[in-house]
């Protein structure tokens, strides 16, 4: 990811890592198979795995996204 962003992108960005740390620590919802838990902890975990390689962050706080990732 070497495009230019725009501030507004790298918050939007920055809000969905947040969306998928959020998902992460919450656990599994209620009534959601745990087939279903597996995909959606796996997808959001690889999210912020690319994401935090890209190369247009501004000194955003990646804390929780590098835990979350894990």
């Known amino acids: 990811m070497s495009e230019t962003q725009t501030v507004e992108e790298i918050a939007e960005q ?8 959020n998902l992460i620590n919450d656990g599994k919802p209620e009534g959601m198979s745990d087939e279903h838990w597996e995909e959606a ?3 959001n975990k690889a999210h912020l795995v690319v994401m935090l390689k890209a190369d247009f962050w501004t000194g955003e706080d ?3 996204c590098i835990t979350a990732s894990k």
């Open 14 to 21: 920055y809000s969905a890592m947040q969306d998928s740390v």
């Open 41 to 43: 902890l796996a997808f």
């Open 62 to 64: 990646m804390v929780a």
